[in-house]
């Protein structure tokens, strides 16, 4: 079974930096597609950005231009680094994988999740 582990959440300032990790295993697919998602308290969970294997990536247009997702293939870990964080990017962020499919935004085509890292921002 795959899994998924997430780390580096925490509290950060408006304006700050943090960069998310996610740490994959168990994967049998030989390309796949990971990406991270977020829910704020009473809202529904949305897309933030996506990664292909080979590295072609989708963003929001929330986070377009501050976030960045990366990965490391020797580690089988990714990474969102998000960067000029604001108060609305609270949130507890998810990591998600999926096998070798279109990796669009929308978390109903991921069937693998992690447990979620918290990331709040003060203003």
């Known amino acids: 079974a795959v899994q998924l582990v997430e780390s580096g959440g925490g509290s950060v300032q408006s304006g700050g930096s943090l960069r998310l990790s996610c740490a994959a295993s168990g994967y049998t697919y030989s390309s796949y597609c990971m990406g991270w998602f977020r829910q704020a308290p009473g809202a529904e969970r949305e897309g933030v950005a996506t990664i292909t294997y080979d590295g072609r990536t989708t963003y929001s247009d929330s986070v377009k231009g501050r976030f960045t997702i990366s990965q490391d293939h020797a580690k089988s870990t990714v990474f969102l680094h998000m960067n000029s964080v604001k108060p609305d990017d609270t949130a507890m962020y998810y990591c998600?994988?999926?096998?070798?499919?279109?990796?669009?935004?929308?978390?109903?085509?991921?069937?693998?999740w992690g447990q979620g890292t918290q990331v709040t921002v003060s203003s």
């Open positions: 998600a994988a999926e096998g070798p499919i279109m990796c669009p935004l929308s978390p109903a085509v991921f069937g693998d």
